[in-house]
């Protein structure tokens, strides 16, 4: 067709198909070459190679066909330089210089914008080239050259010419630079696993709301770096990994373990953690990489898996013990889903929880293969000493900013909504914080226990903020503090408790008494506002933003998630069309932040109609006691629940018919400073 319309030049054609395992979402491309059974080999070792396990007695579908038409001799390249001048210099002279560190030193270099050069202009190294989005440094020995058709091509003119490659200079883990470029490299791998999640998995959790979090660990498990996630994620995720290693000593390569266990670092049962080691290419154990992703629904007593009247875990759903899903690269669906529908209350659409966790399995592959890769380039010695360099600096950071707090005791309390207390005492001495939580109270009867994993989780956020510095998140920020649990109290449960508004709303109110002790902010909104609905076909869930707490120096922020969250809430189109819900106004609840010399924010209003008959869950806290205030502020407006026109408790399951309407109006942040009664 192309040469009956008169298109000059000679094709080709290449033809491919897009094949996927029956019931996921991700295909693979492959060309077209063989039998059925090449292309299924093909398609096995795709998979295998880019979401790290294969699924041989699983069905293949076709998901599309096509067919490319590309015209020969045309590429990116117009041609290869060749027969170079070893020091070519262009013409004219650039128009600025800059200072770059070069070699361990300083040197003047040309800058050229990229727009001012002409085609066929040469620029001999070192030098830099500006463009509106990047910077090119071009380092000693190298010589660009602008092609015809604007693309820059640099070549190693000092390796050709010499016809020897140059000894790569031995890499320092003290020199600052490469530590600094290290570091966020590693954090770039838990961003780039994070987007693998996000767009393999299926949920609305994962992919719109964002309630996930990625992160890489050391040999021995403790958190080295991650993307700005889901801080109570983040600081259990260590505790997950022991708890694995404690029941599989030996992890072979290879091999992706999954857990939710509450005892053994999990944070409530939806939040479900996959593991994988990372080992060298002689077999050592080198790394951890794991994701945390909040399943829509893993079975229990009510929809969403988050009931607000559980006095047993098992009644909030399936519990997952280190449970081993992949080994040799093979993943035991069999498995999981036994696992999936085993106890008295299963998960109720098991195929949607293997989805995000095989998405949650192709986002650890890619962060295996991103630190084989970072190991190949710099050595696997130099990325390990670098991991151990970023958890030092954390931990110096956090020991300078303890030694500028004055010597001696605080301490602070607050209560749940229910009066259960929840008490912390700081002390400082000889450079270390020691964290009490002696009088905070009795293990909760119902679901608000959080685990020891959850509380660490919050210290080490409130950590990261008391340091005040950019840094990772990470396991050496607790070095320097003794924290201290009385076992069988509201945050450290004895087993079998329910744990599933301990996570979401405890660990809140832990983060509050710890900001409040160190006079650093008022009380944030205090609670997650916990939304679940569905019937026996589906499970929704959702989260909702409230007011911050002001500190000194600036007024809390309005409707947004604080503190142990950080998610998204799901646009209002999505939530239509894939729900049986209309959502009738989201707002902000102007008014609701405390007064204060900095204002707290103010909360959220959201109300839904639903369009047929469900059950609906409420876990929310705040509605009896208002978030306080510090120095003088005022407390934030409580929240508010109500069915049409009638209120309803901070916890409560509705059976709601077709037409009724849901409000939920969040509470506001606490003010800091000044006379409230002005």
Known sequence: ELAESGAPGEFAALRRVDLRYRGTHAPQSLAVAGDEAALTA??????????????????????????????????????????????????????????LWIDGAWRTVPVWPREALRPGQRIAGPALITEDTATIVLEPGFVAELGAQGCLIARDHFQADKGEATAALPADARDPVLREVLGHRITAIAQQMGVVLQRTALSTNIRERLDFSCAVFDARGDLVTNAPYIPVHLGAMPESIRGVLAAHPNPPPGSVYVTNDPAA?????????????????????????????????????????????????????????????VQGGRFDRAGV???????????????????????????????????????????????????????DEAAAAVAAAIARLPAGERSFADAMDDGAPVVVKIQVDAGRLRIDFTGTGAEDPGNLNAPRAVTVSALLYVLRLLAGRSMPLNSGCLRAVDLVI??????????????????????????????????????????????????????YYETLGGGAGACPGHPGRSGVHT????????????????????????????????????????????????????????????????????????????????????????????????????????????????????
């Open 265 to 325: 670092g999990g944070s409530h049962l939806p939040d479900i953690t996959v593991i994988s080691p990372v080992h060298d290419e002689r077999g050592v154990l080198r790394f951890f990489v794991a994701s945390r992703g909040h399943h829509a629904d893993v079975g229990g007593i009510a929809p969403g898996s988050m009931p607000p009247f559980a006095r047993h875990l098992a009644e909030e759903g399936v519990v997952l013990r280190a449970l081993s899903v």
């Open 563 to 678: 503190h142990m969250t950080n998610t998204r809430i799901t646009d209002p189109e999505l939530l239509e069309a894939r729900f049986p819900v209309r959502l009738w106004r989201f707002g902000l609840r102007r008014g609701s932040g405390g007064a204060g010399t900095w204002a707290g924010g103010d909360g959220l209003v959201r109300e839904l109609e639903f369009l047929r008959p469900m059950e609906v869950a409420i876990l929310s806290e705040r509605r009896v006691r208002a978030p306080f205030g510090l120095q003088g502020g005022a407390a934030g407006a409580t929240g508010r629940n109500l069915l049409g026109d009638q209120p309803i408790p901070g916890r409560a399951t509705l059976a709601v018919r077709a037409g009724q309407r849901l409000r939920i109006e969040t509470p506001g942040g606490g003010g800091f400073g000044g006379d409230p009664a002005k």
């Open 486 to 539: 009385p076992p069988g109290t509201l945050l450290s449960p004895g087993p079998g408790r329910a744990v599933a508004a301990g996570n979401v709303e405890t660990s809140q109110r832990v983060v509050d008494v710890l900001l409040g002790a160190l006079g650093l902010a008022a009380a944030s909104q205090g609670t997650m506002n916990n939304l679940t609905f569905g019937d026996e076909t589906f499970g």
């Open 337 to 391: 889903l036994a696992a999936l529908g085993a106890g008295p209350w299963p998960a109720r659409k098991p195929e949607e929880n293997l989805a995000d966790l095989e998405a949650q399995i192709a986002a650890n592959h890619a962060g295996a293969r991103l630190l084989h890769e970072l190991c190949a380039q710099y050595g696997a010695p130099l990325v390990t000493t670098t991991m151990q360099a970023i958890q």
């Open 42 to 99: 093909g398609f096995t070792t795709e998979h295998q190679r880019v979401f790290g396990y294969a699924r041989p007695t699983q069905e293949i579908e076709l998901v599309g066909l096509r067919v490319e038409l590309r015209e020969l001799g045309v590429g990116l390249l117009e041609h290869v330089i060749e027969d170079m001048p070893d020091r070519t210099c262009p013409e004219g002279q650039a128009p600025e210089t800059a200072e």
